[in-house]
């Protein structure tokens, strides 16, 4: 009994309780020590990752230039083969760039593909040569091989038409290698934009789940797989992350990369859940697919609407009337 009465004393409570308090807040502050020193190795270890990551592709490309350097051919890397010294010539003799080149022409020959100077080089000179190339055949064929009775004049004015349409043909040919090249990255990116989600849930970082994305999604879209190898490399050897996310965007000229690019942008600047962010726009990709899927099967009916009058009635009707037109003729 005096134990119990000691323990039910107003004392014993109170220093009970003082008790627990001192170690409640000696136990609070500890794990806020504990867990600022985990994050501070976690840092590192992301830190040391990336520097790793970054000598592992320096390495990988030194060896591949070293490879196609000892083997006699030219060094081509993802900008693509290096021009002819023809080309850079013309276009410096003629001073083609401040002719042709404007503040979308580089993002325009990205969006097809085609990066680097050497690229730029080679579509001035298709830009110069195709229309004098056009003209002059075009000259031959009307003035020399078939005149057909035509005034000179004419045929020149034709000439000279021709060679109009030839300096829009490069145009029209880049524009075409851009759609079907966005329509590759469109179709495969909500894929890929899950499999990015899935690696970065799993405990990835954004570097490995796009390298690993890169690799998988290669069979469904080759220009996919090499924005993303792109976009992994610059994340190694960019200080800037945001420029990496922003060149993605940029170089595919979609809006819903760029949505996403910026998503990432803001969640690595504010410090919010990389994974949150791209399970709503993951969602939303997929959302927007489906709604384009659907927009295609209503458009589908006003579609069929000719063929089915030029081609399914006739032979509708052929197939009604025929044994009465038979039966009518033998009578």
């Known amino acids: 009994m005096p134990i119990l009465d ?51 592709e320096m390495s990988r490309l030194r060896s591949q230039a070293n490879a196609k350097a000892e083997g006699g051919g030219p060094v081509r890397g993802i900008r693509g083969a290096e021009t002819k010294s023809y080309m850079r010539d013309i276009v410096d003799r003629f001073s083609l760039q401040k002719a042709f080149v404007d503040e979308s022409t580089v993002d325009k020959l990205a969006q097809a593909g085609q990066r680097g100077q050497a690229a730029l080089t080679r579509h001035l000179f298709i830009r110069f040569v ?23 004049y004419l045929n020149v004015t034709y000439s000279v038409g021709v060679g109009l349409l030839g300096a829009y043909l490069p145009i029209l040919l880049l524009k075409n290698q851009t759609q079907k090249r966005q329509q590759s990255i469109k179709r495969a990116w909500p ?8 690696c970065v849930e799993s405990g990835m970082s954004i570097e ?5 994305v890169s690799k998988e999604i290669g069979l469904q879209s080759p220009e996919l797989a090499e924005e993303m190898a792109l976009t992994t490399a610059e994340l190694s050897f960019l200080e800037d992350r945001t420029r990496a996310f922003e060149n993605l965007g940029r170089r595919t ?18 410090g919010t859940s990389i994974g949150q962010a791209l399970r709503v726009m993951a969602e939303e990709s997929r959302e927007a ?18 063929p089915l009058i030029l081609f399914f009635l006739p032979v509708l009707f052929i197939i009604i009337m025929a044994p009465a037109i038979i039966t009518a003729l033998t009578m």
């Not at 195709?130 to 000179?152: E, H, M």
């Not at 927009?295 to 000719?306: E, W």
């Open 253 to 270: 000229g979609l809006d819903p990369v760029r949505s996403v690019m910026t998503a990432l942008i803001q969640a690595d600047r504010y």
């Open 191 to 198: 894929d890929a934009l899950d499999l990015v989600l899935l």
């Open 130 to 152: 195709t229309p004098l190339v056009l003209f002059a055949i075009a000259a031959v064929y009307l003035l020399i091989l078939a005149p057909g009775g035509r005034p000179l």
């Open 6 to 56: 000691q323990i039910a004393s107003s004392d014993f409570l109170i220093a009970a309780f003082a008790a627990i308090s001192a170690a409640a807040i000696v136990f609070t502050f500890g794990a806020q020590l504990a867990e600022r020193a985990e994050r501070k190795d976690r840092i590192k270890k992301v830190a040391l990752e990336r520097e790793q990551m970054r000598a592992r």
């Open 289 to 306: 697919r489906m709604m384009e899927a659907e927009k295609k099967a209503a458009a589908l009916p006003p579609k069929m609407t000719v």
């Open 208 to 212: 490995h789940a796009l390298k690993r």
